[in-house]
């Protein structure tokens, strides 16, 4: 059973924070769904690595996102708030993910909605992520001329994740609270 969290839908006053971790390196996380990358541009995202100035989240959503798999669907975040707080040297980010969003697959025109079609498409993710020789080479020219895609619908949610970001110098520690979610048929 799923159920809505009211208290999962507040913006936040924060749109980002970049905190230094070294000369070269640093940590941001938004409040919304930047970066827009490819096809997760809709999604919330973790911590974003950032070396010289430049994000390398890449295809990536980051780290410390949560991703709800259930028996019959899986569960990403779309919405979300943030807050953020420094005492002393030591950064505290809390971000609470609303898990409001659910993977469509689609073939050119038609929408793949059946578990059988997921699992095709699902199989041929793994294997897109198993085998990083192929991933530009074959796999991406392979879907865009078949016109295979994904997109993240908005769905009732599944509940809320708060993830906590510790920064304390050039550690981070990331602790995750599922609490806030329906557990019956979670995997």
Not at 51 to 57: A, L
Not at 97 to 102: A, N, Q, Y
Request: net charge positive; charged share 25%; proline share 4%.
């Amino acid at each position: 059973m799923l159920y809505p969290r009211d208290d999962c839908y507040s913006p936040s006053d924060a749109n980002s924070q970049t905190i230094q971790i070294s000369d070269s390196v640093a940590v941001r996380i938004y409040s919304n769904t930047r970066p827009h990358n490819l096809k997760i541009a809709e999604l919330q995202k973790g911590l974003v690595l950032v070396h010289n100035g430049t994000e390398t989240v890449g295809e990536g959503i980051g780290f410390g996102v949560p991703a709800l798999v259930y028996s019959h669907e899986t569960y990403f975040s779309g919405t979300s708030k943030m807050h953020v707080s420094k005492i002393d040297d030591e950064w505290v980010i809390r971000k609470e993910f609303s898990m409001d969003r659910v993977p469509r697959n689609n073939f050119r025109n038609v929408k793949l909605q059946n578990r059988k079609a997921r699992h095709l498409l699902g199989r041929f993710s793994r294997f897109y992520r198993e085998q990083p020789q192929f991933r530009f080479l074959i796999l991406k020219g392979l879907t865009q001329k078949m016109q295979i895609g994904t997109t993240f619908v908005e769905a009732r949610p599944a509940g809320c994740v708060t993830v906590t970001y510790t920064v304390d110098g050039n550690n981070i520690r990331v602790e995750t609270d599922f609490t806030g979610v329906e557990r019956e048929r979670l995997e």
